[in-house]
C-alpha cells in the first residue's frame, strides 16, 4: 500500500502461516508475500526471531514499515497473521497476540499456535476406502496394466540366457 492510501484507509489483512521449521530460522526468510493489485506486501521472519513487513511501490523500491519485537512461538502448528492499516504505521497481530515494535532490549514476546491434527490412522486404512476409489483404481489399471503396441512395432519377447549369451559373444567377436 502505498503511504497515502495506508494513512487515510482503515484495512485488514489474514493470512494463515504454517510453523513447521525451526525457530528462529538460522537465515531470513519470506513467511508471506501478496500483490494487492497496486503494492508487494511481504512479510519476513529474521533470523533474530522478529517479524518484518515491507511494503514495495515499484520494483527494486522497498521499505520497511515494521519490525516487530523477538518473537517465539509456543510449539508447531498454525498461526493467523493480521497486518492492519490504520494510520501512519501498520501493526501486526499473530495468532491473537499484537505485537509490539522493535525497540533495543525488547523482551520476547509469545505467541499461541494451533497443532495440527494427526490422523490416527493411514487414509488407505479406512474401510470406506475400498469402495471410494473402485473407478479411479479400474481407470488405472486400464490405461497404465499393459503398455500400447505402437503401430509398426514387434511384439517382443523375453531372450533367453542362450540368446544374451550368444548377442554378447558375437559383439565381443566384433570388438
Sequence with gaps: M?????ASEQAARFEAWSL????PPPADEVVLAHNDGVDR???AVESQGCFSLWIATAPGAAAMLFRSAPVIPSGPGDALFQVTYSGPLPGMI???VDLPAYLDGSETVGFPTRPRPIPSFHPAQHPGTPDACRDWVCKRKKKFAQPKLRKGTLIRREKSLQDQADELLGRVDNI
Excluded: D, L, Y
Excluded at 2 to 6: L, Q
Excluded at 20 to 23: A, R
Design 2 to 6: 502505498s503511504e497515502g492510501r495506508m
Design 94 to 96: 499473530v495468532s491473537g
Design 41 to 43: 506486501i511481504v512479510i
Design 20 to 23: 513447521i521449521k525451526q525457530w
